[in-house]
Structure formats: C-alpha cells, structure tokens
C-alpha cells in the first residue's frame, strides 16, 4: 500500500521540541487509506519528528473500502485510543442504498469527532457504515446520520449504538471486502 | 420502570419504545442524548423509524456486574423523558 502524498515522511527533525508538538488522531476514512495513526505536526515546522505512527499503517489493507478492514485488530489501533475515560463505543447505521449510506456517513463525521470505521456492503442494497468514538460523540452522530439518511429517500433502516463493545467483537468490525457486482 | 424486562444473561434491562412518527423518535432520542450526557452514563440504544430499543447495562466499575437500584433509578428516569 502506497503512502499517501499528504502524509509526511518519516525523516526527523530531532530539533523539534516535544512541546512544541501538536498531537492529533488522523480520523479513518473509508477510502482505504492508512490513516488509523497518529498525526504529529509541529506548530513552528512542517517537519516531523521521527516516531512510530507510520508502522501501523503498513498492515492496513482494505478491498472494500472500510478503513477497518486491515489485518491490524482494531484494539490494538492507538487511534482509537483518544480518551480512556469516555471509551470506544461504536455506532452502526444500515440503511437501504448506498446514497443514504454515504449520507449517513457524512452527517455522522461532520456531526461529532467520530473515526468512519468501515462501510459493508451487506447485500440485498443494504448498507451499513460504522463509526467508533466517544460513547457521547458517537450518541451524537449516529443521531445525525439517522437523521440525514431518513431525508434520502426510504434509507433508513436501523441504527445501534453500543457504549461498551466486547473486546471479541471487534474482529467482527472488520469490513468483508464484498463488493459491488458489475 | 413499566415496560423494562431484566434479563441475566447477560445482566441488563431492556425496553422498547414505540412511536407514532420518526419526528418523535427524534425527539425521544435527543432527550435521551442529553439525560446520558448529564449523568454520563449511556445505555445501549437500537433505533428504527418508529422505535427505540434501550438496553441497561451494569456499571463497568462496579465490583460485581448486576443490575442494581441504580439501574432501575436511571430506567425510570428514562421513562420520565417520555411523559416530559
């Protein structure tokens, strides 16, 4: 998998101080790029420091386009590690078509700081997209993307929200790889 | 708590709540929104366009994972964001 053109490379600059440092978590996208590491920028240079967060990404392939569905199980991805205190709910819609499916999706990551995990395919025009987060964000979007994908035609088909997802489904949460028949 | 079924395996209370329209659906749900953020806790939630399915579940951090009076004392608070 190639690296992304924005992405910065891994050359240091041992002159950055760490204070100086502003570290961010790069949200999932569903386009299957490695984006599940963290981002480290530096308020005085473009340059980054040499760290670990491009390690990760190199073992995350994904044929269906669900950010989540590389070979890294996701309990081990410190991106989803941003705050212990609130944990790592998840939040599911499944919807009829694609179009609400993408609609939910945009409403649910503009809505609250959520990470677009994957996107699957269920078959029969179902859709389903997932999102992970803080149990309050993730509350927040799944709200928002029901609400968008209602609007689009008959989309809506159910949501879910888990506050506290056993560590054993989450290899669950992995996108198949189905893809659309042609 | 009427309505709310206890199940053991695993732990929870359960309820399902149906409405006329998923206008309200909406409205129960962002009632239920705020009600968890000001308590900081979150149950479950399954919804449809004219349903919602609440699922309570144990405090993590308590030292044995069942269903006690603060459960049924937050199920019954939920049901009062119905009648508000």
Redesign the interface.
């Known amino acids: 998998m190639s690296t992304p053109s924005n992405r910065q490379s891994k050359s240091s600059n041992k002159t950055i101080k760490p204070q100086d440092q502003v570290v961010d978590v790069t949200p999932l996208t569903s386009g299957g790029q490695p984006s599940t590491t963290l981002k480290i920028e530096s308020s005085s240079s473009k340059k980054t420091s040499n760290t670990k967060r491009n390690s990760e990404a190199k073992s995350l392939s994904n044929a269906s386009g669900g950010a989540g569905s590389g070979e890294t199980p996701l309990g081990k991805n410190k991106g989803y590690e941003t705050n212990k205190n609130g944990g790592v709910a998840l939040g599911m819609i499944e919807t009829r078509g694609l179009v609400p499916a993408i609609e939910a999706a945009d409403a649910m990551t503009k809505a609250a700081e959520v990470n677009l995990i994957a996107k699957e395919l269920v078959g029969g025009g179902y859709v389903t997209v997932m999102v992970r987060g803080e149990t309050g964000a993730v509350n927040a979007s799944v709200r928002a993307g029901a609400d968008a994908c209602e609007r689009v035609g008959d989309g809506l088909v159910a949501a879910h929200i888990i506050a506290r997802p056993d560590v054993e489904v989450e290899p669950a949460l992995r996108g198949s790889g189905a893809k659309r028949r042609s | 708590m009427e309505g709310w079924r206890q199940k053991n395996r695993p732990e929870c209370l359960e309820k399902r709540f149906e409405f006329e329209s ?1 206008d309200k659906t ?1 409205d129960f ?2 009632a239920l ?1 705020d009600f ?2 000001k308590v900081n806790r ?8 004219t349903y919602a399915n609440i699922t309570i ?1 144990p405090l ?1 951090d308590i030292e044995k994972e069942e269903i006690s009076n603060v459960d049924h004392e937050f199920a019954t608070q939920i049901d009062l964001l119905i009648k508000k």
């Open positions: 998923y909406r749900l962002d929104g968890s953020e979150f149950p479950d939630i399954s919804f449809g366009k579940r993590e």
